[in-house]
């Protein structure tokens, strides 16, 4: 086991709505990043959050948003949920910034949106 | 051109059997790169990050070859527990990129 942890595990939600999703990183990391894998493909990357600041970003609407807190957890929020958004929602934590450390990636959350 | 190609596969090979896959990168740019590996309904887990000129870890070796753009990964004596999803990508400026990942499965 990584150590980093991802809640909910599965989430169903209709169009429209907003949704929030959560990651733990590893003790001693203080980057996490988010990805959004749709079955059959690689993980898509959405952000990277560092000390609590947005540290990179991909592409995506600014309709995804995050939070990292002080004690490097942070979350992921989409707002106006759209039916493309159903994927497996993926956090890593590293312990330095950017990529060239080695990212521990969570379980996942399967969002499903109706 | 997509930023990450793969082969397609999906690889079924005899246990014993050696495979390699290839990755493209459209992103010259790009300063580090990597293997992970994917069972099924899991997370993606780091087989091997690939620096500069390749590197080797047991039965697996990764290359990187930047002229051409191109990453590949070789399984040497494969085993039954190497049967995965092998999903190739690369780092550059905290922006990582993803392939979309080719299916092995390693037969009795």
């Known amino acids: 086991e990584t150590g980093v942890t991802q809640s909910p595990t599965h989430l169903i939600k209709t169009r429209g709505q907003q949704v929030t999703l959560r990651c733990s990183s590893q003790?001693?990391?203080?980057?996490v990043s988010w990805y959004q894998q749709a079955l059959g493909q690689g993980p898509q990357f959405i952000f990277q959050?560092?000390?609590?600041?947005?540290?990179g970003r991909g592409n995506f609407p600014p309709r995804f948003s995050g939070l990292q807190f002080p004690n490097y957890s942070s979350e992921l929020n989409v707002n106006a949920l759209e039916l493309d958004d159903s994927a497996l929602y993926l956090c890593?934590?590293?312990?330095?910034?950017?990529?060239?450390?080695?990212?521990?990636f969570g379980p996942g959350t399967r969002l499903t949106v109706l | 051109r997509k930023e990450v190609e793969q082969d397609p596969g999906p690889f079924n090979v005899p246990e014993g059997a050696t495979v390699a896959f290839n990755c493209t990168y459209s992103?010259?740019?790009?300063?580090?790169f990597f293997w992970y590996r994917q069972d099924c309904r899991k997370e993606p887990k780091l087989l091997m990050s690939?620096?500069?000129s390749g590197n080797e870890d047991g039965r697996f070796t990764a290359q990187l070859n930047r002229a051409s753009q191109y990453i590949s990964l070789l399984i040497r004596d494969s085993k039954l527990s190497d049967s995965a999803t092998y999903l190739c990508?690369?780092?550059?400026?905290?922006?990582?990129?993803f392939g979309a990942g080719t299916r092995l499965t390693v037969k009795p």
């Open positions: 003790s001693g990391h203080n980057t």
């Open positions: 690939v620096y500069s």
């Open positions: 890593a934590s590293s312990l330095l910034a950017g990529g060239q450390d080695t990212q521990y």
């Open positions: 992103n010259s740019a790009s300063q580090s």
């Open positions: 959050y560092y000390r609590e600041e947005e540290n």
């Open positions: 990508g690369w780092y550059n400026n905290n922006d990582m990129r």
